[in-house]
């Protein structure tokens, strides 16, 4: 119905100036809906024919969540982030691309030092999994991370934060309250 309403809205002439967000809405339904490559083709529409604008740079945006979130592809995710950001970075769309593009980076950094077996994995472990968790709305990847943490040898007592945060752990909603 949402995707009929949406469709409707675009089909409008006093609403043309609107019709870049009313695509990306599609979009965002199509994703939300399991559609994928219809959200991407959508979106590629709308970098097409709105050029420089906040539309691009969202739509930009919101192809980089789909690789991300959807397809757990962050290479490809940091690239369609930078293209935000290149597309219009003072967008809000542009400055959120530009902060998850720095959790990224963290990510990649406490991802390398997790694979090191010294006394900073656990430490590399748990950052990991809260970056996942607080910054990037990846429950599962951060659940992941908990669970290895609890594989390694505890002589640091970081189990139990592993434990309490992996038990806990529902959606990032709920992320700030704690398995008693």
């Given at each position: 119905?949402?995707?009929?309403?949406?469709?409707?809205?675009?089909?409008?002439?006093?609403?043309?100036?609107?019709?870049?967000?009313?695509r990306?809405?599609?979009?965002?339904?199509?994703?939300?809906?399991?559609?994928?490559?219809?959200?991407?083709?959508?979106?590629?529409?709308?970098?097409?024919?709105?050029?420089?604008?906040?539309?691009?740079?969202?739509?930009?945006?919101?192809?980089?969540?789909?690789?991300?979130?959807?397809?757990?592809?962050?290479?490809?995710?940091?690239?369609?982030?930078?293209?935000?950001?290149?597309?219009?970075?003072?967008?809000?769309?542009?400055?959120?691309?530009?902060?998850?593009?720095?959790?990224l980076?963290?990510?990649?950094?406490?991802?390398?030092?997790?694979?090191?077996?010294?006394?900073?994995?656990?430490?590399?472990?748990?950052?990991?999994?809260?970056?996942?968790?607080?910054?990037?709305?990846?429950?599962?990847?951060?659940l992941?991370?908990?669970?290895?943490?609890?594989?390694?040898?505890d002589?640091?007592?970081?189990?139990?934060?592993?434990?309490?945060?992996?038990?806990?752990?529902t959606?990032?909603?709920?992320?700030?309250?704690?398995?008693?």
């Amino acid at each position: 119905e949402a995707l009929r309403a949406y469709e409707e809205l675009a089909g409008v002439k006093r609403l043309r100036a609107y019709e870049g967000l009313v695509r990306l809405r599609q979009a965002q339904v199509l994703e939300h809906t399991g559609r994928l490559d219809e959200a991407v083709a959508v979106c590629e529409d709308v970098i097409r024919r709105y050029p420089r604008s906040d539309e691009s740079a969202e739509a930009y945006y919101r192809m980089g969540r789909i690789a991300q979130v959807r397809r757990k592809d962050l290479e490809d995710a940091d690239r369609l982030y930078d293209l935000a950001v290149k597309e219009k970075g003072a967008s809000p769309a542009g400055r959120e691309a530009q902060q998850v593009q720095k959790d990224l980076a963290e990510l990649k950094r406490q991802r390398a030092a997790a694979e090191k077996p010294d006394s900073k994995q656990r430490e590399a472990l748990l950052g990991m999994a809260e970056l996942y968790l607080f910054r990037l709305s990846d429950i599962d990847s951060a659940l992941q991370a908990y669970r290895r943490v609890l594989d390694i040898p505890d002589s640091a007592g970081s189990a139990p934060k592993a434990s309490s945060r992996s038990a806990g752990t529902t959606s990032p909603a709920t992320s700030k309250t704690r398995a008693p």
